[in-house]
């Protein structure tokens, strides 16, 4: 599987670029999937269906599967966040895994910037930094400038980079 990460501040426009990037990558026939960093606690479960009753009962891990789908809900309980080679290790093989957040991971980033979120660019000679994505060349941008409403040309782009083999 080939990693690349797209990193920026919130508000930047990693989740709707990736959600335009899912399409437009399968349209030319790569398999992909996604690995989402959260930095708060959040839910998938809803309270009172049946997973939810067996987690709030102790189960460290709850698997449910149906015809459609599987879904794996595991409590960490005070242990450490699982790294991003162990969630790697837990994901079926596909052609490419898009990664949003983890932005201090050793793997390739395309950086989603945007003025308007009032922060600055990572620096510009962040070794993991491959290329800035935004709605015009940002300023003294090192690596090359993508346009951010153009997910054809971004797919294109992460589909020529010599990113490394994980798994």
Not at 141 to 160: H, S
């Amino acid at each position: 599987m080939k990693l690349i990460g797209l990193a920026g501040w919130s508000g930047s426009g990693k989740t709707h670029l990736i959600a335009r990037l899912i399409p437009a990558l399968i349209a030319r026939g790569v398999r992909v999937s996604t690995i989402k960093h959260a930095h708060h606690t959040f839910e998938v479960d809803k309270p009172g269906k049946d997973s939810w009753i067996h987690r709030e009962a102790g189960a460290t891990e709850v698997l449910i599967s149906s015809a459609a789908r599987m879904a794996l809900m595991r409590e960490h309980r005070g242990g450490e966040e699982p790294s991003l080679d162990e969630l790697l290790q837990r994901m079926a093989p596909v052609d490419l895994v898009l990664v949003e957040g983890f932005k201090r991971g050793a793997h390739a980033k395309i950086e989603i910037w945007r003025e308007t979120t009032g922060k600055a660019m990572r620096p510009p000679d962040a070794p993991t930094i491959v290329a800035v994505a935004a709605p015009s060349p940002p300023p003294g941008a090192r690596v090359p400038w993508l346009d951010l409403n153009d997910e054809q040309r971004i797919a294109d782009f992460i589909l020529a980079l010599p990113l490394a083999t994980v798994r």
